[in-house]
């Protein structure tokens, strides 16, 4: 099994809710979030996707998050836009737009802070 990491960043704010009180309020972080993708063969060329494909894709999804009020965007219009819930949100979307059949997205992990993170794990 081959597994290849991509790192990208984005800022946000959001508001959860029936979490610790101080969560509650308005508040933003420069979240880290690192994305696996695995499989088992490589192709031709000796790698197991293109890194320049999966950053791609991952910008595309940065691109929705990035300075936007998260409570606010569809996604997460009936879930807490948590880091759980946007770990989530983001493996489901690279899943969606990678157009490699031999890899499949391993997990996300969303970093909030230096020494906080959630993975979701497919």
Same mark, same amino acid.
């Given at each position: 099994m081959f597994e290849l990491k991509v790192i990208d960043h984005f800022a946000a704010a959001h508001q959860l809710k029936m979490v610790a009180e101080k969560c509650e309020n308005l508040h933003g972080h420069n979240w880290k979030v690192e994305v696996y993708v695995a @499989?088992? $063969? +490589?192709?031709?060329? @000796?790698?197991l996707v293109d890194f320049g494909e999966v950053k791609d894709q991952l910008t595309e999804i940065m691109l929705t998050l990035d300075h936007k009020f998260l409570n606010e965007l569809e996604m997460f219009k009936e879930d807490n836009p948590s880091s759980e819930n946007i #770990? %989530?949100?983001?493996? $489901?979307? +690279? !899943? #969606?737009?990678l157009k490699e059949d031999q890899i499949n997205v !391993? %997990?996300?992990?969303?970093?909030?802070s230096e020494n906080a993170s959630a993975t979701y794990i497919l």
């Amino acid at each position: 099994m081959f597994e290849l990491k991509v790192i990208d960043h984005f800022a946000a704010a959001h508001q959860l809710k029936m979490v610790a009180e101080k969560c509650e309020n308005l508040h933003g972080h420069n979240w880290k979030v690192e994305v696996y993708v695995a @499989g088992e $063969t +490589l192709n031709t060329a @000796g790698v197991l996707v293109d890194f320049g494909e999966v950053k791609d894709q991952l910008t595309e999804i940065m691109l929705t998050l990035d300075h936007k009020f998260l409570n606010e965007l569809e996604m997460f219009k009936e879930d807490n836009p948590s880091s759980e819930n946007i #770990a %989530r949100y983001i493996a $489901t979307a +690279l !899943s #969606a737009g990678l157009k490699e059949d031999q890899i499949n997205v !391993s %997990r996300v992990t969303v970093w909030e802070s230096e020494n906080a993170s959630a993975t979701y794990i497919l």
